[in-house]
């Protein structure tokens, strides 16, 4: 077997749609899974240019992400509830839940590894919260760009990590040191990597002359702030379909802010 053959091979591989018992349990096991093809190659080919435009509109230079392209872009409008992904967040989350931001990442060309982390919030590190850390922000990635090889701007991840009660050595991350165990994840362009917030992971090395772009799309449980927005923009809530309506938080909240009643905009 080549080495790529065996990367290949080490891969929590999910189908678009149905969350199964199997995606549960690797889910669990590892803490992600990764969802082949779930964008055409020319739907996938859209996200991007509307993804670059954000980041040209933005002036951004070097890594850099810009928010909320979801109001201005319809193609990144559409993905917030795509049909292969959204009943793998309703089976972890339930049926409430908000899009508590959407990031266009860009990794510049030839840019080097990024430092290992754990999603969550700069105010207040989510595993002070218990152990093991709660699923606060789930997150949608779609890969945008090719990453079908290691060293095309991958998302590096360290499985089972969510469950760890040791924490990464200090100087690992200091060093942005590579690890014995990490995951260098390899998918084609329009594949989306479903991940828990407290994966230990980080940007893998990008040995290519083109800019990748990946769209983070990020769930939370209702009462979590929005960290992309401040508020939601009124032209897109007016134009936007109910369902991403009720994603997006703008829904009618019970008297008490961490009380019983809040609505779902789901119907099976």
Known sequence: MTAL??????????????FTELDRFMFESWGYLIIPDVLTADRSKACLDASIRLHEKA????????????????????????????PK??????DRFILQSAWCTKQPAFGG???????????????QLGYPIPLLQLR?????????LPGMGNMEMI????????????????????LPIGHVVCATAGSVLLFHNAVWHRTYKHDHDYDRYTAHYIYSPPWVRFSDRFANDKAYLARTTPVRRYLAGEFERP??????????????
């Open 255 to 268: 008297d008490a802010p961490f009380g019983a009643g809040y609505p779902t905009a789901f119907e099976d």
């Open 113 to 127: 590894v990024g430092g290992w982390h754990q999603d969550g919030s700069g105010a207040y590190d989510f595993k």
């Open 140 to 148: 949608a990635s779609y890969l945008l760009t090719d990453q079908s």
């Open 89 to 94: 967040i309703r089976a972890l989350y339930g």
């Open 159 to 178: 499985p089972g990590s969510h469950r760890a009660q040791a924490p990464l050595p200090a100087d690992i991350r200091r060093d942005k040191s590579d």
């Open 5 to 18: 053959q065996q990367e290949q091979s080490f891969n929590a591989i999910s189908q678009p749609g149905e």
């Open 59 to 86: 002036g951004t230079s070097g890594w850099a992400q810009v928010g909320r392209g979801f109001e201005s872009e319809q193609v990144l409008d559409d993905l917030i509830d795509h049909p292969a992904v959204l």
